[in-house]
């Protein structure tokens, strides 16, 4: 992974202060840029979790040391470095936790598991185990994702169908070049482009949007990396449902703009995520959030062939719950074969009021 893979140029010429904007709005956005460490650390340990840091080598001081963070509804989530080799001593993080390095290496332990995270490995840490970055190298920033525990362990008893009465261990290591490590990045690059962009924010709806965008990047962390429940996750216990499948479809298409984890659908059909995804295979030969993409896909283009000289394609895409709306463009033209504005522009020129001149 580089940096770009974050939507950003390379981390050592662009301006920082582009990678996490957080919306003006939010009272929870944090930004320190300092070359005092002992500022640093008491930002850094107010917006994630009371740590011993300290510099190593000489001078022992920060170089350019550098946070960008924001609270979130089941996230925090920023982007940290340190311009200068640290060790960090966080303890028992209590909760879950995600480091994506964007650029260099950092050593990092979690009870007995350790892992070198670099761009292409990130490191996941479990509460209820000692955790320490004994080497966060000088060249190394990170994204820093701080996961409410009660939010994970809600979204997995959704995708289970069944509450959660332990604590989830999960391998430390991830793969961000694997098929599943690779989804999951680019989740949270939609994610990260999302905050980057205030505009767009305002214009989609901050909670509701972002509330998806941070439950999806749970979910999707709990379905593709391996943890203690994987077992579970992957094995379907219920019996056929057919009405499972018929549950997910009228609600669907009852809110067709609303946006669903796949731990939401399992709760509306009833079943376990893996069952559900199972049933939709048998059914329609793909899963439950490919059939729900094709639908409101669907929609999509029902408006923009209704469309008018004021019709915008964002507002449109936007409103039946595409939240990037690169990928909804590439999508669409893969489906139909042109893009969204080609074809509002085939309704527009077609339109009775267009072809009168009126």
């Keep these: ?16 202060r582009r990678v996490l904007a957080p919306a003006p709005q939010s009272p929870a956005a944090l930004r320190c840029v300092t070359s005092d460490i002992d500022e640093f650390t008491d930002s850094l340990n107010s917006v994630f979790y009371p740590a011993h840091v300290k510099l190593v080598g000489s001078p022992a001081r920060a170089s350019q040391a ?108 991830m793969d961000l070049t694997s098929p599943a490590g690779a989804r999951w990045l680019s989740m949270l690059k939609i994610l990260l482009d999302t905050l980057d962009d205030p505009d767009t924010l305002v214009t989609t709806g901050l909670p509701a949007h972002i509330d998806y965008l941070e439950r999806a990047l749970i979910a999707g962390l709990l379905v593709r990396q391996p943890h203690s429940l994987t077992a579970q996750v992957n094995t379907p216990l219920e019996p056929s449902n057919p009405q499972a499948v018929q549950r997910v479809i009228d609600h669907v298409e ?20 893996r069952q ?39 507002n449109v895409a936007f409103s039946w719950g595409f939240n ?7 999508q669409y033209e893969q489906k139909f074969g042109e893009t969204p504005s080609q074809t509002l522009r085939t309704a527009v020129r077609s339109s009775p009021r267009t072809r009168t001149g009126a």
Excluded at 1 to 16: C, E, F, Q, T
Excluded at 264 to 269: G, M, N, R, T
Excluded at 324 to 330: D, E, I, P, V
């Design 66 to 173: 550098e946070l960008s963070a924001v609270r979130l509804n089941h996230l925090t989530i920023g982007r940290a470095r340190f311009g200068s080799e640290a060790q960090v001593d966080p303890g028992d993080l209590g909760t879950y936790h995600v480091n994506v390095p964007i650029s260099g290496t950092v050593f990092s332990q979690c009870g007995d598991q350790q892992v070198i995270a670099t761009p292409e490995r990130a490191a996941i840490f479990t509460p209820n185990e000692h955790t320490v970055l004994p080497h966060w190298h000088a060249d190394a920033t990170q994204i820093c994702i701080k996961i409410h525990r009660a939010s994970l362990e809600a979204e997995l008893a959704n995708i289970l169908g069944r509450p959660i009465d332990k604590r989830i261990r999960f391998e430390m290591a």
């Design 276 to 314: 559900l995804q199972n049933l939709f295979h048998e059914q329609f030969g793909m899963s439950p959030t490919t059939y729900i993409r094709h639908i409101r896909l669907d929609g999509v283009r029902a408006d923009l062939l209704r469309g008018n000289d004021s019709t915008k394609v964002s």
């Design 324 to 330: 990037h709306l690169g990928r909804f463009a590439s």
């Design 254 to 273: 009852s809110f067709p703009g609303s946006q669903f984890t796949v731990g939401d659908l399992a709760a509306i059909a009833g079943v376990g995520a």
């Design 1 to 16: 992974m580089n940096d770009k893979v974050l939507g950003h140029a390379d981390d050592r010429r662009s301006d920082s």
